[in-house]
Nanobody, 126 residues
Framework: QVQLVESGGGSVQAGDSLRLSCIVSGRTFSSSSMGWFRQAPGKDREFVAGITCSGGSTIYTDSVQGRFTISRDNAENTVYLQMNSLKPEDTAVYYC???????????????????WGQGTQVTVSS
């Protein structure tokens, strides 16, 4: 059984940084593209960033481009989201997700992901 566990969320001031981590149990991590999504109150869950199996390719939603960095350590079965210059509009529950069927293609569509974590809250105050 595959399990994803996020950590690293918290309450910060605008301009601060946080690093989220997602540890994946099971044998599918190194063959899974990974994504980070977020969901703010009253809004749909949206794609934030994604990374291929090897970590060689990444994509970001426009609102976080240049501020957030996704990375992975396949030896540690962990994917990270480094978030810098945080803004109040980044406030949301952040979820990591794994897509076991695709190594080289990063999907921005939540329905294409097979496994999800429970989420970690990020709150940014002005």
């Amino acid at each position: 059984q595959v399990q994803l566990v996020e950590s690293g969320g918290g309450s910060v001031q605008a301009g601060d940084s946080l690093r989220l981590s997602c540890i994946v149990s099971g044998r599918t991590f190194s063959s899974s593209s990974m994504g980070w999504f977020r969901q703010a109150p009253g809004k749909d869950r949206e794609f934030v960033a994604g990374i291929t199996c090897s970590g060689g390719s990444t994509i970001y939603t426009d609102s976080v481009q240049g501020r957030f960095t996704i990375s992975r350590d396949n030896a540690e079965n962990t994917v990270y989201l480094q978030m810098n210059s945080l803004k109040p509009e980044d406030t949301a529950v952040y979820y990591c997700a794994a897509r076991g069927r695709s190594c080289y293609y990063i999907s921005k569509t939540r329905e294409n992901y097979d496994y999800w974590g429970q989420g970690t809250q990020v709150t940014v105050s002005s």
